[in-house]
C-alpha cells in the first residue's frame, strides 16, 4: 500500500464518524488529506472502493486486536464467549459503526447482504477470518455444527446485536447465547 493510499483510508474513516457515507465523496477526502482527487481517484478508483478499503482496513484491525484481546488458548467454550463479546463492545464503540448504524443503516445492511456476483458480504469476510480459528482447534469436535457455519453463526449473532442495538439481553447473554448455539451440550 502507498502512503497516499494509508494516508486516504486514515481521512476517509475519520470522515465517514465525522459525516457518515452518503454525504462522502473521494473528493473532500482527497481534499482534507492533501492529495489530489487524481491521486484518491488512482488509489481506490470510486467512492465505492474507497469504502470497501477502509472496510477491509478496519476488519482486519478489528481481528488483530480481537487476536490479542481474546485469550485463543482457553476452553472453546470461553474463546467463543470471550470473542462475542469482545465483537460487542468493539463494534459499539466504534464511530463510523456508530454513525451509519444511527443515521444510515442501509450502508450495514448493504454489506451484510450478497449482491450478484459481488465479494464476500461482510458475514462472509469476518467468517473466513474466524473459521480457521476454531476449526483448528483440538477441542473443536465439541462444536455443535462445522467450523464454518458456527463461524457464520456467531458472525450473525454480533451483527445482529449492532444493527438491532436496544436487547433484553445483556452481552454475556448474548455471548452464552452464541456458546449454545455454536457447541454441543
Known sequence: MTRNAELLERTALEM?????????TLAAVAQR????????????????GMIGAVARAEVGA??????REVDLFAPLPEVVHAAVRFALTHL???????????????????????????AG?????????VTPIVGARPDAADLAVPPEQAAEIIVRIVLSHILVPRSGLSDG??????VRAVLRG
Do not use: C, Q
Open 173 to 178: 447473554e448474548i455471548a452464552a447465547a452464541a
Open 121 to 129: 458480504t461482510l458475514v462472509e469476510t469476518v467468517s473466513a477470518f
Open 92 to 118: 459499539r464503540g466504534h464511530p463510523v459503526i456508530r454513525r451509519v448504524r444511527d443515521h444510515e443503516p442501509r450502508w450495514l445492511l448493504d454489506a451484510a447482504i450478497a449482491h450478484g456476483n459481488s
Open 62 to 67: 478489528m481481528i488483530a486486536l480481537g487476536y
Open 16 to 24: 465517514m464518524g465525522e459525516i457518515g457515507l452518503d454525504a462522502l
Open 33 to 48: 488529506a492533501g492529495v489530489s482527487r487524481a491521486t484518491a481517484y488512482r488509489e481506490f478508483g470510486d467512492k465505492n
